[in-house]
């Protein structure tokens, strides 16, 4: 028979094992919850920013519109005191080929007003202005457009295309995509502000 070199563990420091290891647990359990807590909240907050696809918010002040240049030369002008109507998009987006025909149907109501004015703007570069005018005379656009115009689109947060904003006469973002009513109602409402 051989003697155990170990002596037995007294009572009192099993509890004090069992006092150390029950604190662990409750201090790893107590941080698991904050992070996944935290996890969570952050996917939430994510989730509405991926959700929200306006881009720069109504109430906002819309940025200076600028491009490197204009398709066929038609700048749009003097936009002070107008009601601006801009689009962002680009040929090679699918959801813009989509969306376009809607485009030129609300453009259609308010083309013989010199107080509405359509802007499309693609952060396309100059050579891409073939395909910019095959897309614009493939759907019979013929409001200004814009191309290079990164700088404005990064200042509308545009993050997704197509996107699209209703400036007031007052340069103030009255409507997006993410707005309850439609575009032509906010075309309409920015009309009758005085």
């Known amino acids: 028979m051989t003697a155990n070199s170990n002596p037995p563990a007294s009572p009192s420091s099993s509890t004090g094992n069992f006092t150390v290891v029950f604190l662990l647990v409750v201090v790893f359990a107590g941080a698991f919850y904050y ?3 935290t996890s969570v909240d952050e996917g939430k907050n994510l989730l509405e920013t991926r959700s929200s696809r306006g881009g720069l918010a109504v109430g906002n002040t819309a940025p ?42 609300t453009w259609q109501k308010y083309a013989d007003r010199d107080d509405v004015i359509f802007i499309g703007l693609t952060t396309e ?31 509308f947060r545009a993050n997704y295309i197509p996107s699209a904003w209703v400036i ?14 439609g575009m032509s109602e906010a075309i309409e409402k920015a009309l009758s502000q005085k």
């Open 168 to 181: 007031d006469k007052k340069g103030k973002i009255i409507w997006t995509f993410d707005s309850d009513e």
């Open 125 to 155: 570069t100059e050579g891409s202005v073939p395909a910019i005018k095959s897309f614009l005379d493939e759907f019979n656009i013929s409001w200004p457009n814009g191309y290079g115009a990164t700088e404005t689109l990064v200042a």
């Open 64 to 105: 200076e519109i600028k491009a490197a240049g204009w398709i066929d030369g038609k700048d749009p002008g003097i936009l002070a005191g107008k009601v601006l109507v801009v689009e962002a998009w680009a040929t090679w987006c699918l959801p813009c080929r989509e969306k376009a025909p809607e485009m030129v149907e």
């Open 35 to 37: 992070f996944a807590q």
